[in-house]
């Protein structure tokens, strides 16, 4: 398996522009996580899905931010607009089920995003 | 809010010295895991406790979890170089839910 696959993996803009994050979560997994790395803040959960339905939003900072999961197999992060508070490393991840032991949170390579 | 306060932030030591990272929270956590992360990559799952008192053994990593499973420790004996990046927390209420991560210790192990 190829894994959780983002992109971009970099990504500059301008505040004020529309910024969209990709993620393609393991075949088979049934639950999705969108997370954000500062040095500041370290790494939070904004968002996750189970089955494509949002089950947990608190983290998402703002309304400037919006999550989707329109199939199993595609998820999009959109922050519209953007501000240069927003650079940050997002993460995507995935996991099949609950279980603590077996149900391991695998993590994709990040995007990094500067908005300048 | 459950929070996980990682301690050291930072740290640098020789190769062969033997380390001690801790993970504490006020909370108490279903379950709690630690993770590696390497610059430009996502973290990396290790380990994942969850009963009170437990330990376990990862080659030269042991990881142990509070009798209250409030809080966690890693203690990496003979250190080496290729243990160098960032070790975080992560903490779960339980089931399906979503991790709380520490800010995670940077790791520098010097030849």
Redesign the interface.
């Known amino acids: 398996d190829a894994g ?1 696959i983002q992109s971009p993996r970099h990504e500059v803009t301008e505040m004020g522009q529309e910024v969209t994050l990709r993620c393609k979560p393991i075949s088979g997994h049934d ?1 999705l ?1 969108w ?1 954000r790395q500062t040095m500041m ?5 904004l968002i ?1 899905f ?1 089955n494509n339905v949002p ?2 939003d608190s ?1 998402m900072p703002e309304d400037r931010f919006s999550a989707k999961m329109p199939n199993a197999s595609f998820s999009t992060l959109k922050i519209q607009p953007s501000e240069p508070r927003d650079s940050a490393v997002y ?1 995507c ?1 995935s996991k099949k ?2 279980s ?2 077996t149900d ?2 695998y ?4 995007t990094r995003l500067t908005v300048l | 809010t459950q929070l996980l306060e990682q301690s050291p932030q930072f740290l640098s030591i020789q190769e062969g010295e033997n380390l001690t990272v801790y993970c504490n929270s006020s909370s108490v956590f ?2 709690l895991q630690w993770y590696r992360q390497e610059p ?6 290790l380990v ?1 406790v ?1 009963t009170g008192g437990e330990v376990k053994k990862l080659k030269r990593l042991t990881f142990q979890f509070g009798d209250a499973r409030k809080d966690s420790s890693l203690h990496i004996t003979a250190a080496q170089p290729g243990d160098t990046g960032l070790y ?1 927390c ?1 903490g ?1 209420g ?11 210790t940077h790791l520098i192990i010097q030849p």
């Open positions: 959780v639950y996580f997370y803040r370290g790494l939070e959960l996750y189970n089950i947990d983290g993460f991840a089920g609950t603590v032991y391991t949170q993590f994709g390579p990040g | 279903s379950s430009g990559e996502g973290p990396v799952l994942t969850v975080l992560a779960s339980g089931g399906a839910d979503g991790l709380t991560f520490g800010k995670g």
